[in-house]
C-alpha cells in the first residue's frame, strides 16, 4: 500500500520561497511519477506539477512555470516541490500524489497525502 506524506508548508510573503517535501514509502515497480496538486478553499483540485521516478523528467503547469521546480530523491522516495516567487494566489493545501502513468489528470492519481498548508501573505 503506498502512502504519501507532505510537509513544508506554512506562511510566507508573496515573492519569498518555500519547500515542501513528500515522503513516499510503500512504492511498487508500478509507481511511475508523483504529482502535486493544489486545492483553494471552495475550489476544485488543480494540477501544479509533476516528477517521474525514473528519470526525473518534470512537468509544470503554466501557473507555476518557472518559479517552482519539482525534483526527486529516488533513493530516499522524497519528493521536494521547490516554491519560489510566490504569490497570493499560491495559497492552497498542497498535495502531493502517486500514478502509476504519466499524467495530470487527477483521475489517475491512485494514492494521496493528507496536504500541507501553505499560505502567501503581503
Known amino acids: 500500500q503506498e502512502r504519501l506524506v507532505e510537509s513544508g508548508g506554512g506562511l510566507v510573503q508573496t515573492g519569498g520561497s518555500l519547500t515542501l517535501s513528500c515522503a513516499v514509502s510503500g512504492r511498487t515497480s508500478r509507481s511511475y511519477a508523483v504529482g502535486w496538486f493544489r486545492q483553494a478553499p471552495g475550489k476544485g483540485r488543480e494540477f501544479v506539477a509533476s516528477?517521474?521516478?525514473?528519470?526525473?523528467?518534470?512537468y509544470y503547469a503554466d501557473s507555476v512555470q518557472g518559479r517552482f521546480t519539482c525534483s526527486r530523491d529516488d533513493a530516499k522516495s522524497m519528493v521536494y516541490l521547490q516554491m519560489d516567487a510566490l504569490k497570493l494566489e499560491d495559497t492552497a493545501t498542497y498535495y502531493c500524489a502517486s500514478a502509476d502513468g504519466w499524467s495530470s489528470a487527477t483521475y489517475d492519481y491512485h494514492a494521496w497525502g493528507q496536504g500541507t498548508q501553505v499560505t502567501v501573505s503581503s
Open positions: 516528477i517521474a521516478w525514473h528519470d526525473g523528467y518534470t
